[in-house]
């Protein structure tokens, strides 16, 4: 039996398509991998490490998408001869982001369907991030060389004093912790994880920890594909959500947003795990109540325990895909200081974003949802803190649980449609579901303009009247 037939066979015995089934197991080899790592090449020199990674990472990309990883390679090469020409200077940069860009946009067109397929443009779109950054990261450490001064925090510790060789990128690219799904990690960070020392320098085995992930990865991953038997991903477009009672929807929503979330959630917990067995996560020691131990969420793509618990759309912003906007604000929000305009930082991050993930209006529409969620939240909260009526409830000893509750209600009945239109991908799709739901999302936020002058009122009904007057 071919490696082709055995797996397209178990893939339609589980329900599932067979690339996609490829993509979680491609992925779980990592684990063997970095264990035969930790126990044989851990201590070799730099070199071999990066032709171990570079090769293991290469061999699995191949049995995951095939021929397309040659775009991979195209794409590596293409960014290693511009810094080898002008690597260091602002004109790379700007070369890198055109190339890289261009080359993802040219193959989401190319390969663009009416759903979303695994292909080679899924870690395309994880390696062109890590390209452009890594030409940033050249140019950040051409200007800490002229003026040790000039650069963030942030930038100083991913800045990087030499430009790197061909085999350092195809190490750094290919490395099977992050190469389908991310997470992104700086170059700087890996040259210290391929070091011969590095280690020996941990202060514990990660291998634990990383299995933890591994093992809440499975969960959630067995969450989607049970619950997607009963609410599939297209579920909104579907006769049986046509007929389903106005209620019925706004109940079933929450639960059929969380079910294809948790697919991202259990990939991305896979990847950490590999990232933590092999020791690239470790982050330093963390002080806790049993005293100092070590921190391996270096690598995390999501914070759990914040996700679940949000109580409000910064929340989940914050603990959803934590590496991706920790690049895009590294690398495109806080690159924008100069226009003196956070709101045009943000709505150029967040476009960015948008295109990023491909040409379907879905994702511009998702992306347009958070930014009228998240300048919805700032207004309120500003209002919330300056309410004299609201630090008078805060003295109730029910004030954290009521108002967490009802954040929680909040976040859980509004995310589905907010999100809606990026699973959906198409007009043709969202929008009937939209109109079957009142476009409930848009009345509540954009409304805010005008039914919030009376919860302005209300709430500042007991301050002095020249905070009201600010406010007003």
């Known amino acids: 039996m071919s490696t082709s037939s055995w797996t397209a066979n178990l893939a339609s015995s589980l329900g599932a398509e067979e690339s996609g089934l490829r993509l979680v197991l491609g992925q779980l080899a990592g684990y063997p991998l970095l264990l035969l790592y930790r126990r044989h090449l851990a201590t070799r020199d730099t070199n071999t490490q990066h032709l171990f990674f570079f090769l293991s990472g290469l061999l699995l990309a191949y049995w995951v998408i095939g021929e397309g990883v040659t775009h991979s390679l195209y794409s590596i090469l293409a960014t290693y001869i511009i810094l080898l020409v002008s690597g260091g200077t602002f004109y790379s940069v700007v070369v890198s982001f055109a190339l890289n860009m261009t080359y993802l946009m040219a193959g989401y067109w190319y390969m663009a369907g009416e759903t979303y397929d695994i292909s080679w443009t899924m870690p395309q779109c994880v390696l062109c991030l890590r390209l452009i950054g890594l030409t940033w990261d050249v140019y950040d450490g051409a200007r800490q060389k002229d003026d040790p001064n000039c650069l963030s925090k942030d930038q100083a510790k991913t800045a990087l004093p030499t430009s790197p060789n061909i085999l350092e990128m195809l190490s750094h690219s290919f490395f099977i912790g992050g190469y389908f799904v991310g997470p992104q990690f700086s170059l700087a960070k890996y040259r210290l994880f391929v070091s011969p020392e590095y280690q020996a320098s941990l202060p514990a085995s990660p291998v634990q920890f990383g299995l933890k992930r591994l093992a809440i990865s499975i969960c959630y991953m067995t969450a989607h594909v049970v619950g997607s038997a009963y609410l599939p991903e297209l579920w909104p477009t579907t006769d049986h959500f046509a007929s389903t009672p106005f209620m019925g929807k706004l109940l079933l929503l929450p639960v059929w947003c969380k079910l294809i979330l948790a697919k991202y959630l259990s990939m991305w917990l896979m990847a950490e795990g590999v990232c933590v067995v092999s ?34 759309f910064g929340h989940y912003i914050e603990a959803f895909n934590i590496n991706t906007n920790s690049w895009v604000m590294n690398y495109v929000y806080k690159r924008l200081r100069f226009l003196n305009n956070k709101y045009i930082s943000q709505l150029s991050a967040l476009m960015f974003l948008a295109v990023w993930h491909g040409w379907h209006s879905g ?17 309120f909260s500003s209002l919330w803190s300056k309410s004299v009526k609201v630090a008078r409830w805060k003295e109730h000893p029910t004030y954290h649980t009521i108002t967490g509750i009802l954040g929680w209600l909040y976040v859980h009945f509004f995310l589905p449609h907010c999100f809606l239109p990026f699973p959906l991908l198409a007009a043709t799709r969202y929008l009937p579901s939209y109109t079957s739901l009142f476009f409930l999302q848009y009345i509540f936020f954009l409304g805010w303009m005008v039914w919030g002058k009376v919860v302005k009122a209300v709430l500042l009904a007991e301050n002095p009247r020249t905070t009201r007057s600010k406010e007003e």
């Open 279 to 312: 020791g690239l996560s470790y982050s330093g020691m963390e002080e806790t109540e049993k005293g100092p131990k070590p921190d391996w969420t270096g690598c995390a793509n999501v914070k759990l325990r914040r996700l679940e618990s949000a109580t409000k």
């Open 363 to 379: 994702y511009y529409l998702t992306f347009f949802n958070e930014f009228i969620v998240v300048n919805f939240e700032r207004d």
